[in-house]
Every structure is written in structure tokens, then in C-alpha cells.
């Protein structure tokens, strides 16, 4: 796992990238790969790495050549299936000189051109620059476990890994908080790509590969998300075939994440199925010794140590915890807001930075965990609420549909029957759209998207007329309506955040900040295809989520663990930044004056809802979901102003000397 | 302060309404999101502290919380029963 960037001039008067802006932006990505760096200056392109080994330590130095150092390379992430493609590159004659994954990754893109991407079974972010052509490739998985962002500025086009990558190796790129990523985060949680936080700022999308030539730009879906047309027979096999082949297609999957490495691999255990499930896989892919890891909580309402120590404890493995409490959260949360580089509107990345400093200080440098198996396999309570919510719809007036509901949401029962009409007004809404895209998701954006009344009347004016959700749902792939309702909301639930923020800022960054590389065999790509191609009662079999999953775990978990109701992950939010303890950083972002300078929300307002929080939390009341939610996206929000745009916190000291971890490549004349 | 007054200033200070945003009292508080399920329980334990009433749970329904002219409108009712 790795750190990439680059830096190309897309027109002759350009100034082409300099070493020093390179370095600068390997100092900005050192935790991402800290075993060793290099850059090349290649004429009017640059390219820059840090390396985390785990494949090869000696063949692997990047950025990498070919032959004739016609295409250079830098890559970040793993391509599982390396090994494979490589004899299939050796039967058409190409020859290798190391044992390197990076290796096969440039020969297949010679052999193959673009159309090698698509044959990557794997998790990758990378930059092809090829010097004859003048052409730059950039790629990403299909998913988008791994991140890439794009910046064009003075003629002149930078990529990383990071956004703050790119903010290092030039100055002179114009920092400011995009209104309309503002306006997704409170509407979607989250910012959707190819949108950032910052104008100017674009992600790639996942399964996308853009290339640039000085004839212009082109981006081209390689692959994208996609399910059987209703009705048709996608999988031809009974329940019980699917199980067998569930089964199997996750040990093949967990064993290549495990056995493709030069290091020791762990995984996490958070208690719940999916990860329990992959432990076990993996534990029976390997005789070495085996470190899992969990993250325990001092507050009993969110902890799990029950369950994560019996499955520690039934597969023997090296088991390691932390305990997390409201002050750990309140301390590493303006870390967890530089790493992800966007507002979030729950803490709970936060846990998973501390437990990423627990695996790399167990001397880990990789971790197997169990995301992804919500959204193939139909895990989530929306999911469920939706298939409600549409069988009620089909007859409006019943009394007796929406009391399904209480088998999703168990308060709800046990709420006097008329708070239970309020539920179902809520519930309730919409319910003649339940034919229509983004049904499932409506309750959910309906919710988030009331904070908005917190943004200031500048803010406002900046977002004018755009609409967030008619956006989303006016690109939706056309074959989206022949999809069963669950595909459909599935899809929608991998779009808006899967990548967005689960594989970011809850995944990728919370793991890279320690220099750990997460693998995640549920997004095996045969795995994904196999599961998509299930028809939906396998998944959420009437309204018993991951129903396939679930029997196909059978030997495998712990009962206790299968039979036990699903716990959405999350951690204690706004009441760790309220109260006495209160973290100094909270009540600075907090100032009427930092909420005016930053823009995005009205200062009185904001004053409002601190003191509303501080009120409930004194008199030992708990916050509701909405107030949680505001208060935890206005502090990410104003901390994300404070680090990026004002550059308040302390930037990491910039060490500009060669060293001897670095390569240093210099062609094309250029003095070194 | 009148009924309705006071029920706006409590429905904008609890719920952070910005001063930029005008509340008209028919405003659907419930379908803008600015009273949610848990808000309505807030508004209900404001209305009981403040007007010394007591709401029954049959009466946590829509139709008297839904905008601040409803909420005044059952207050008032509520209170001319109790008196």
C-alpha cells in the first residue's frame, strides 16, 4: 500500500514539475507509505511514490520503468490476482524481471492497454505516464477502495492519493470549501465523487480510468455496478447451491488477501458477522500465528466485547483491543477530519484511527476486514425498511402493514401506540413513490437534509437552486429501473457510500493514517458478481438480512454471533466534544468568529444548537439523532475551513533531503 | 408574549432556526424536518413545563403539533379545559 501522486503540464508554456514540488508531495503522503520514497522528473511530467512493502521489499521501487523507459509507473494498492496474470503475460511471451505485483501491473498495461484494468481483481489507484505518446493514464478499482484526486490549475494537471498531497506541491492551487459538497454531506452524509470538499478538486470516480493526451481528456467507465433485469434468471442454482458457492468464493477470496503478501496479515473483529465470518476464513488459511484486532467501548450501549472475545477466543488468535472512550474521540477527532478531507456527520472513523495505531504497534502492516458484505448482501436496516415501507405502499390505508416497521426499529413497540402513528407519518411519506428511484433513500435524505436550515445565508445563495438528490437520481444508469427494488436500492446505497465514505474516511484514511493497508475480500470482485446475480430473497429473505450469508457462516461463527440482531457500528458522537471536558479545538471552531470566517453556517444558529447540546448532555439527558448529527457536521466542518483553508494546525515538517529510503530518478536532461 | 410568540421563540431557539429563515405559523414543521419524532417529544415536554398541562399520548398526533399555529391552537384548548 502506497502513496501516489504526479504532476503533468498540459500545455508547452506550463511550467513543468520541479523535484522539490514532487517531495514536497511525498513528505505530505509519508504515512501512506513509509518504508521508502521516490520521484522522477520525466520532462513536462513528474511522478511521486511512498511505499508501504509488502509484496517483493526489493523488487518493487517505484516510480517504475519499462525496458526502454518508454512508461513509467506509480501504483498504489494490490492487484490479488498478480500472480495469475503474470503466467497468462508469460504465455504471450512478455518476460519478467522481478517478482514485484507492480511489475505485472505496467506489462499487463503494455500487453493489454486500458482494457488491462478491468482484468484486475483488486483494490488500486495508479498513474501510467507514457513518454512517446505523451499520454496519461489514471485508474481506479472498480469499487474505489483506493482514492485518487485530480487537480487542474495553471495549465498544469497534479494528482494524489490525498487532497493535501496536491495542496503541498503548490501553493498557488486555490483552497476553498465547496458549497455543493457541503450541500451533499448534508443531504447524502457524505460527498459523492467526482465531487470533493474542495472546489477545483475532483475525485475519480471508482471504475474509471481517465486518460490524458495533449489532444484532451477522455473518461471511460470500465466497469460499473450492475444486477439482473427483474425477472430474469440470473442464477440458475437453489438456496442451498448458493450457500456452498458463497462460501467458497469468500475462502477464495479471504485466502488471496491473505497469502498475497510478504508481511503478516491480521483482522479485525468488531463483533458482528461479517467480520467474524472473515476471521474465520482466514484463520483456516493460515498455520502462522493470527492478530485480531477490536475496538472496545467504556460506554455499554455501543461495546461488543462480548462477542468480539468469543470469537477471538474460538479461533485462537492473537487478540488485541482498545478501549475507546468520549475524551479518545474528542482528542483524535481534528486528526480523523485531516485525514478523511471532508465533513462528516458521526465520529465514528474516529475509533478506527486509534485502532489502526493499535495494529500498526502490534507490528501489522495489514488488515482483512468485513466491509462490503452489508451492501452485497443486503445487510442494512434500510434495506429491510424499504421492503416495509413498499409492501405498505401497495395498500396505503392498511393499519396493520405499518406495524411491520416495529420488527425493524424494536422502540417502536415499545412506544405508546399514538408515538407510533408519529413514527408511521413519518414512515408514511412518499409511499406513492414507492415505484420510483431513491424511495429507499428518501426518509434518510429527508432527515439530513432539514439540517440544512443551519447554513448561512451566504451558503445558501451558493448552493441557489442546485438540488443534490435531483442530480443524483438524473444520472442513474438506464437499465437501473428493469432492476428489483432491492437491487436498485442497493446500487443506491453503494453509490452514495460505500466508496464515499465507508472506504474512505471510515476505511482507507483511518488505516493509511498508521500506515496500514485494509483488504476487504467481500469486495472480491467475483465475489461481487456472484452475489449481484443472486436473486433478492436469497439476500433478505423476507426480512432476514443476509440471509445467504448467514447460512453459509453456519460452522464457521459462533451461533451467538449469527443469531444475534445486527448492530449498526457506531461510537459516542456529539457528547464527546460537550460538558466540562469539553476539548479546547471544539469550543474554538465553535467561536461566532471562526463560524463567520468559515461561511458555510449562521452564527447564531450554531450558538443555539451548542447550547441546546450542552444543556441536554448537563442535564444528563441523551441527544437525539438529528442534534448528533448537526453538531458532529458543523464541528468536521469548520475543522476541515480551519486545517485546509486557513491552514491553522501544524502542517507535517517537510523534509526535503534526499534520504536513503528515496530514489531519485531524473531523465529527459533534467538536472537532479 | 402571546401563545403563538412563544411558541415560535421555543420552536426557533430549540430546533436553531436562523434568524434568516422565516417561520410562518402554517408552516409544516413536521414535512420541513425542523420537528422530527424525537422533536415532537421535545416540544411536548416544553409545552407541559411551560403551560403546566398535561399532554396525553393520544393527543402526540400530527394534527396538533404539526405547526406552531396548531401547537398554540392546542395549548389554548388544553389550558381554557384545565382553568
Not at chain 1, 463483533?271 to 467501548?297: E, H, K, P, Q, Y
Not at chain 1, 480551519?642 to 531523465?667: G, H, K, M, W, Y
Request: hydrophobic share 40%; with cysteine.
Amino acid at each position: 500500500m502506497c502513496g501516489i501522486g504526479g504532476i503533468v503540464a498540459l500545455r508547452d508554456e506550463a511550467c513543468g514539475p520541479t523535484r522539490t514540488q514532487l517531495l514536497r508531495m511525498t513528505s505530505a503522503l509519508r504515512h501512506r507509505g513509509p518504508d521508502q520514497s521516490g520521484v522522477a522528473t520525466l520532462g513536462r511530467a513528474g511522478l511521486a511514490h511512498t511505499r508501504l512493502s509488502i509484496i517483493d521489499h526489493a523488487g518493487g521501487r517505484q516510480p517504475y520503468t519499462n525496458d526502454d523507459s518508454s512508461m513509467w509507473l506509480v501504483y498504489n494498492g494490490e492487484v490479488f490476482n498478480y500472480l495469475e496474470l503474470r503466467d497468462e503475460l508469460r504465455s504471450l511471451g512478455r518476460r519478467f524481471r522481478s517478482e514485484s505485483d507492480t511489475e505485472v501491473v505496467l506489462r499487463a498495461y503494455e500487453h493489454w492497454g486500458e482494457a488491462a484494468f478491468e482484468r484486475f481483481n483488486g483494490q488500486f489507484a495508479l498513474a501510467i505516464w507514457d513518454r512517446r505518446r505523451e499520454k496519461l493514464v489514471l485508474a481506479r478499482d472498480r469499487l474505489g477502495v483506493r482514492p485518487l484526486y485530480v487537480c487542474e490549475h495553471a495549465g498544469r494537471l497534479t494528482f494524489a492519493s490525498e487532497i493535501k498531497a496536491i495542496f503541498a506541491s503548490d501553493p498557488s492551487i486555490p483552497r476553498a470549501l465547496d458549497p455543493i459538497a457541503i450541500d451533499q454531506t448534508f443531504t447524502f452524509w457524505t460527498v459523492l465523487a467526482p465531487r470533493t470538499a474542495f472546489a477545483g478538486i475532483e475525485e475519480l470516480r471508482p471504475g474509471h480510468v481517465r486518460s490524458i493526451t495533449p489532444q484532451g481528456t477522455r473518461d471511460r467507465a470500465y466497469w460499473a455496478m450492475r444486477y439482473p433485469s427483474d425477472g430474469s434468471s440470473a442464477y440458475a442454482g437453489s438456496l442451498e447451491d448458493a450457500v456452498e458457492e458463497v462460501r467458497a468464493e469468500l475462502a477464495r477470496a479471504t485466502r488471496l488477501r491473505m497469502l498475497r503478501a510478504d508481511v503478516p496479515v491480521g483482522a479485525y473483529v468488531s463483533g458482528g458477522l461479517d467480520s467474524s465470518l472473515i476471521a474465520a476464513l482466514a484463520r483456516r488459511a493460515t498455520n502462522a500465528r493470527f492478530a485480531t484486532f477490536s475496538v472496545r467501548f467504556d460506554d455499554p450501549e455501543y461495546d461488543e466485547t462480548r462477542y468480539q472475545r468469543l470469537v477471538a477466543a474460538e479461533l485462537g488468535t492473537d487478540h488485541h483491543e482498545i478501549v475507546v472512550g468520549r475524551a479518545d474521540i474528542a482528542r483524535v477527532f481534528p486528526d480523523v477530519v485531516e485525514h478523511a478531507e471532508r465533513p462528516v456527520l458521526r465520529t465514528a472513523p474516529a475509533p478506527l484511527l486509534l485502532l489502526s495505531r493499535l495494529v500498526r504497534d502490534a507490528g501489522i502492516k495489514v488488515v482483512l476486514t468485513g466491509e462490503g458484505a452489508d451492501e452485497t448482501f443486503a445487510g442494512y436496516d434500510l434495506f429491510r425498511e424499504a421492503k416495509v415501507r413498499r409492501f405498505w405502499a401497495r395498500r396505503p390505508s392498511s393499519r396493520l402493514r405499518p406495524r411491520l416497521l416495529q420488527r425493524i426499529y424494536p422502540y417502536l413497540s415499545r412506544s405508546p401506540v399514538e408515538r407510533a402513528a408519529m413514527a408511521e407519518e413519518f414512515f408514511g411519506r412518499g409511499l406513492d413513490r414507492a415505484r420510483l428511484p431513491g424511495f429507499a433513500h428518501e426518509t434518510r435524505w429527508r432527515t439530513t437534509t432539514s439540517l440544512k436550515r443551519l447554513f448561512s445565508r451566504s451558503m445558501r445563495a451558493a448552493v441557489g437552486s442546485h438540488d443534490s438528490v435531483g442530480e443524483l437520481l438524473g444520472e442513474l444508469p438506464p437499465e437501473l429501473s428493469t432492476w428489483s427494488p432491492l437491487a436498485q436500492d442497493q446500487w443506491m446505497e453503494v453509490r452514495t457510500l460505500l466508496s464515499a465514505y465507508l472506504l474512505s474516511a471510515q476505511g482507507d484514511r483511518m488505516l493509511m493514517a498508521s500506515s496500514v493497508e485494509g483488504r476487504f475480500p467481500f469486495l472480491d470482485a467475483r465475489l461481487v458478481e456472484l452475489a449481484n446475480r443472486l436473486p433478492p430473497s436469497f439476500k433478505l429473505r423476507v426480512l432476514d438480512e443476509k440471509h445467504v450469508l448467514k447460512r453459509a457462516s453456519a460452522g464457521l461463527v459462533p451461533p451467538e454471533v449469527i443469531a444475534r440482531t445486527k448492530q449498526p457500528y457506531r461510537a459516542p458522537d456529539a457528547e464527546s466534544f460537550l460538558g466540562p471536558e469539553a476539548p479546547e479545538w471544539a469550543l474554538e471552531v465553535l467561536r461566532e468568529r471562526a463560524v463567520v470566517a468559515a461561511g458555510v453556517f449562521d452564527p447564531g444558529a450554531v450558538a443555539q444548537l451548542h447550547a441546546k447540546c450542552t444543556r441536554q448532555v448537563a442535564s444528563g439527558k441523551v441527544l437525539s439523532n438529528t442534534d448528533n448529527m448537526a453538531l458532529v457536521g458543523v464541528l468536521s466542518t469548520q475543522l476541515l475551513h480551519q486545517t485546509f483553508i486557513e491552514q491553522r494546525r501544524e502542517p507535517p515538517a517537510f523534509d526535503l533531503r534526499d534520504d536513503a529510503r528515496s530514489t531519485n530518478v531524473t531523465t529527459n536532461g533534467e538536472s537532479p | 408574549m402571546t401563545t403563538i410568540d412563544a411558541v415560535r421563540s421555543f420552536i426557533v431557539t430549540n430546533f436553531y432556526v436562523p434568524e434568516t429563515i422565516v417561520l410562518t405559523d402554517d408552516v409544516s414543521l413536521l414535512e420541513l424536518g425542523i420537528v422530527d419524532s424525537t422533536g415532537v417529544l421535545e416540544v411536548t415536554a416544553f409545552l407541559e413545563s411551560e403551560y403546566g398541562i398535561e399532554v396525553a399520548d393520544h393527543e402526540i398526533v400530527p394534527a396538533n403539533m404539526d405547526s406552531i399555529r396548531a401547537i398554540a391552537a392546542f395549548v389554548e384548548v388544553k389550558a381554557a379545559r384545565a382553568a
